[in-house]
């Protein structure tokens, strides 16, 4: 009986759950976590069809609800979820598409040592602008961040290695590699492409 109540009244625990979430609740973040991730990353997987790319879509739709200015605001938390994780699914189609347009870009100057030289040259440049953006990460971000591209520490280890829960540590690395990407794309529009490629070859 106790449980058909409970059901009855999910509309008003998820809103007192948002509430929560907004004052910075982790307890309560967790709660909507469990409850709706298996949802979302169906849902990711569904449109995309690439296991990996699914689960960062399912970590990006709720750092959007971690970050969300007013999350007690949400009226329909579901139809939410639904609507960023098909936006961000569709962005990650689109990314899909520039790093392709990338690869081909750069593999086709690919023809003689000069053109070689000049990538060799190009990739020293854009590795100086990526560690320039590094040391703008904030402290946690850039530890855990150095801790997975460069040491190569699995999610898990780091999260044991820094005393924090693995999503912590997967928010975090997000954030960074969100941030950037941004700061590439700013400092140069003109090389984005290749700095994406860059990304994928080196980091």
Known sequence: MEKNVFSLNQFSDEAYLLTLIASGDEAAFREIYDRYRNMVFAYAFKICSHQESAEDILLSVFLKIWQHPDAS????LKAY?????RNATF???????????AYRMISQTKTD?????DERIL????????DDAIKLLPPQQKLVYTLCKEDGLRHDE?????????LT?????????????????????????A??????LFY
Do not use: G, P, W
């Open 73 to 76: 605001s949400i009226t329909n």
């Open 81 to 85: 979820l639904q609507t960023i994780t």
């Open 91 to 101: 962005n990650v189609l689109r990314d899909r598409d520039i790093e392709a347009r």
């Open 113 to 117: 040592e000069h053109n070689e030289t």
């Open 123 to 130: 990739a020293a440049d854009i590795k100086k602008i990526i």
């Open 158 to 166: 780091i999260a044991e290695k820094l005393s924090l829960s693995v």
């Open 169 to 193: 540590v997967k928010t975090h690395l997000k954030l960074a590699l969100r941030f950037l990407k941004e700061y590439l794309k700013e400092h140069d529009a003109a090389c984005f492409q």
């Open 195 to 200: 700095i994406i490629f860059y990304m994928l």
